[in-house]
């Protein structure tokens, strides 16, 4: 049996990764801190910490959000990579990090009444204010 592996990185390259299994759909978080980190929404997957291998560590700087969150760039190129609950056994990882096709799809948006003014949903999914 074959065990997927799904590899991604950082624009530059310094930070790479492989997850290992299957990756749950995404959802796109529309909050003001995953905007103003991104630069949009953010688009995440939330994998087992323990399926995850990142090459290049030393090249992540990670930002306490909140007292519960971290979200870690590559401080080379400013890409942003991880959504991490330090206390959480699964961490969030960008889908437009990931290099080979994901086999998954958007399922949900979330925190959508933080949405910026500039843009509108309008692909039929499930829209969570919070």
């Not at 401080?75 to 959480?88: I, K």
Request: net charge neutral.
């Amino acid at each position: 049996m074959t065990t997927t592996k799904r590899k991604g990185s950082c624009l530059c390259g310094a930070v790479s990764f492989v997850v290992t299994g299957d990756l749950k759909p995404p959802d796109a978080c529309h909050c003001v801190q995953c905007r103003k980190h991104s630069g949009h929404y953010f688009a995440s997957t939330d994998v087992p910490k323990s399926a995850l291998e990142v090459t290049g560590e030393e090249n992540i700087s990670w930002y306490h959000s909140s007292a519960k969150v971290r979200r870690g760039f590559c401080f080379r190129c400013g890409s942003s990579l991880f959504f991490d609950p330090p206390a959480r056994d699964w961490i969030g990882i960008a889908m437009g990090a990931f290099d080979t096709p994901t086999s998954t799809h958007l399922a949900m948006h979330i925190f959508v009444s933080e949405k910026g003014d500039y843009y509108d949903i309008a692909d039929g999914l499930p829209q969570n204010p919070r």
